[in-house]
């Protein structure tokens, strides 16, 4: 068994990474996700937190104030 050492990866380098992989992808790249919201938290910073959900499974989301201020939702 082989296993890779690597230093540990700063928070940005991470989000580099993985936005590099989501922009290289064509199915990520213009992927849309649909569930049910849970967890909602409107920050005071205008950082919008809370979960996708179905019946199987969950993602934690971050839509932040930059993207958020044309953001509708409607019943």
Do not use: W
């Amino acid at each position: 068994m082989i296993y890779l050492v690597t230093k540990p990866l700063k928070v940005s380098e991470i989000n580099q990474y993985i936005k590099k992989m989501f922009s290289r992808d064509l199915i990520l790249s213009n992927v849309k996700v649909e569930g049910e919201i849970s967890n909602f938290k409107h920050h005071y910073s205008g950082h919008m937190y809370f979960s996708l959900k179905d019946e199987k499974g969950k993602i934690k989301c971050v839509m932040f104030k930059s993207d958020n201020r044309f953001f509708r939702v409607s019943a």
